[in-house]
């Protein structure tokens, strides 16, 4: 699908058939398209919860407001984020560069987020949020549509899906085949209330 | 372009061509796109700077390590979080919506976000990084490239800017035409490594 129809056609859906099955080979090429999203350094700070199983899908809508998505769509991702991504060894990310650039990268990760735990944070939602929206748009190519969600009891879910410690959850992604149209899109503010020119 | 393709051959690129100029129809036609990423209520909780002024762009180049792209590309935008969209009158979002729609949405903004500090942080960073990966995706089908950035000086780009109290900075994106190839691509992180099934 075209990325400009893409983008204008999506929508967040809310009913999905819960018969339907994700084909392995569909979840394994969304999983390899969400990876291609970028990262501060390369870090993949985001972790991917991908949950299918259905008593644990079950429990999870209990604590989602009760969202028929959250158990019907083919598959949950939980997006998650990994906040301790800066202290890994840098050649995890920058291993398959020019020795050269490993040089000056490598050392530049831990001094610029240590001790710095709100950009930790913030670098952690925008690349779980980076993933997620490449994930979106790579599931409507696969013939999927989704529902970003925020709307859950976190620490519930934390429980449920045992979050480690150093992980921060972020948001739901169920990804299926709609069974219902979206509501009318929500109307989008004027520009001159999103958009600023030079300075603000 | 094919929204898979599009995403497998993103890359963040560097070098631009410091001549070309944006058409006014691509700027808009990009803002229109990016406009279209979901966000938690319809809340549109993202800011948009768009960049072009050549003394201004120097300045930022100066508190950005000195990186070409943000003075070489035909346009920095600049992902910006509005921290208070959640106590903004809830027609503003659902104003479009049936009335039997607006009376359960409206009035669960603001107790869902009212004094969690983090979770509204969290959700501004998430709603400009749904939004900056829309435009850098939009970018490509309209024939340009991107490269995010969150190597600068924070306190200095907001002094610059002017960024409003209750507003956040959330991170750089040059969009132009490639003047050179990106870097090998970095290599990605194992599946085990990022993605889990059910439970972590």
Request: a negative charge; aromatic letters at 8%.
């Given at each position: 699908?075209?990325?400009s ?7 967040s859906?809310k009913?999905y058939?819960?018969e339907?099955v994700?084909?392995?080979?569909d979840l394994q ?12 350094f390369?870090?993949?700070n985001?972790?991917i919860?991908?949950v299918?199983n ?5 429990q999870?809508?209990e604590?989602?407001w009760?969202?028929?998505?959250v158990?019907d ?8 984020a990994d906040?301790?991504a800066?202290?890994?060894?840098p050649s995890?990310?920058?291993g ?14 831990k001094?610029f987020?240590?001790g710095?735990?709100q ?5 952690a939602?925008r690349?779980s ?7 979106m748009?790579a ?6 549509d989704?529902?970003?969600m ?7 879910v934390?429980k449920l899906?045992n979050?480690?410690d150093?992980y921060?959850?972020s ?8 069974a219902?149209?979206a509501?009318?899109r929500?109307a989008r503010l004027?520009d ?6 030079d300075r603000f």
């Amino acid at each position: 699908m075209n990325t400009s129809e893409n983008i204008e056609s999506r929508r967040s859906i809310k009913h999905y058939d819960p018969e339907h099955v994700m084909p392995e080979a569909d979840l394994q090429e969304l999983l390899r398209l969400t990876k291609l999203a970028p990262s501060s350094f390369n870090m993949q700070n985001y972790r991917i919860l991908v949950v299918r199983n259905p008593e644990l899908r079950q429990q999870l809508r209990e604590v989602a407001w009760d969202q028929a998505q959250v158990t019907d769509a083919s598959v949950l991702f939980i997006l998650c984020a990994d906040l301790k991504a800066h202290q890994a060894d840098p050649s995890d990310y920058w291993g398959h560069a020019p020795q050269a650039v490993q040089d000056i990268l490598g050392p530049m990760i831990k001094p610029f987020y240590d001790g710095k735990d709100q950009l930790i944070r913030d670098e952690a939602m925008r690349s779980s949020a980076l993933a997620g929206m490449t994930l979106m748009l790579a599931a409507r190519d696969l013939g999927y549509d989704s529902c970003p969600m925020v709307g859950f009891d976190p620490d519930a879910v934390s429980k449920l899906i045992n979050l480690p410690d150093g992980y921060a959850l972020s948001f739901m992604l169920p990804v299926g085949k709609k069974a219902e149209e979206a509501w009318d899109r929500g109307a989008r503010l004027a520009d001159d209330k999103v958009v600023s020119y030079d300075r603000f």
